[in-house]
């Protein structure tokens, strides 16, 4: 088994003509680079090197060596960095309305183009996206949040919309009941100060932190939800003589440079975001 340090020493002689060069090359000492072409000498079983001119050159064994020794390198380099590729992920938090339909474009060409790279997609709420991305564990987020929070790389305008069964209307119950993402969720804020400033009763009817789940339970007229206005279905209406709601907005904010890969990303998800949410 040949020491792959011996080749690189050995193919540093033969490329600088100098013991002493060769070490400055691969960050050793003459005599360091001394013994160890004597221990390959020895494991061949012949010598390698010429040393009787001006410059070391290479013994009719060692041209034979040469060529191989530079193949073994490379492979050892492609093998490394393929490796390195494929243990370092790029994590990506994106909202529900994202995650299916729209994204899967834009990942399937990231692939086709990063193909040792490993996507690993989190979808969630936006402030869990959040604190996920806070404490580490993503590179790339896409998350709702308050208008002007942060130094996101882009933002865009989420307008909100109160929105109802056009089949079953829950708007004229009272209490009137409310269709929300858990207590953390942005857009349940939003709807219970709204309400309460209007002095209008509610209560909490149907609690899910799936986008989809809650869209069906307005659709069937379980209660009245406050939703981007955009992912109106349309079998629901959107109430527009209600109280009026602060837009939120979709902002993406990236992590420590992962080079190409995630610049590369980020950009193709800056495209998609213009083409669904518009001007930024």
Request: some cysteine.
């Amino acid at each position: 088994m040949l020491d792959p340090q011996l080749l690189r020493s050995f193919v540093a002689i033969l490329e600088t003509g100098s013991f002493t060069r060769a070490g400055e090359r691969v960050h050793l000492t003459q005599s360091t680079i001394s013994q160890q072409m004597r221990r390959l000498e020895q494991q061949l079983g012949c010598p390698l090197l010429d040393r009787s001119g001006r410059t070391v050159v290479a013994t009719v064994a060692g041209e034979k060596l040469l060529g191989l020794a530079r193949r073994i390198l490379a492979l050892l380099a492609q093998a490394g960095e393929r490796v390195s590729e494929a243990s370092q992920p790029l994590r990506i938090g994106v909202p529900e309305d994202f995650v299916a339909g729209v994204m899967a474009p834009v990942l399937a060409a990231f692939a086709r183009q990063y193909p040792m790279v490993r996507l690993e997609v989190q979808s969630g709420l936006s402030h869990e996206l959040w604190r996920s991305f806070e404490e580490g564990g993503l590179d790339l987020a896409l998350v709702k949040q308050a208008r002007g929070q942060g130094d996101p790389v882009a933002r865009w305008r989420e307008p909100l919309a109160w929105v109802d069964s056009r089949d079953w209307p829950a708007c004229g119950r009272d209490p009137v009941p409310l269709v929300v993402f858990p207590s953390e969720g942005l857009y349940r804020r939003q709807l219970t100060e709204a309400l309460d400033a209007k002095g209008l009763r509610w209560h909490i009817a149907y609690v899910s932190a799936s986008l989809a789940s809650l869209q069906g339970a307005v659709s069937a007229g379980i209660g009245v939800s406050l939703l981007p206005a955009r992912l109106l279905l349309p079998d629901q209406v959107a109430l527009t003589d209600w109280p009026q709601v602060r837009s939120v907005e979709l902002a993406l904010h990236l992590g420590m440079d992962k080079g190409e890969p995630l610049e590369g990303l980020s950009q193709a998800l800056i495209r998609l975001c213009d083409e669904v949410m518009g001007p930024r």
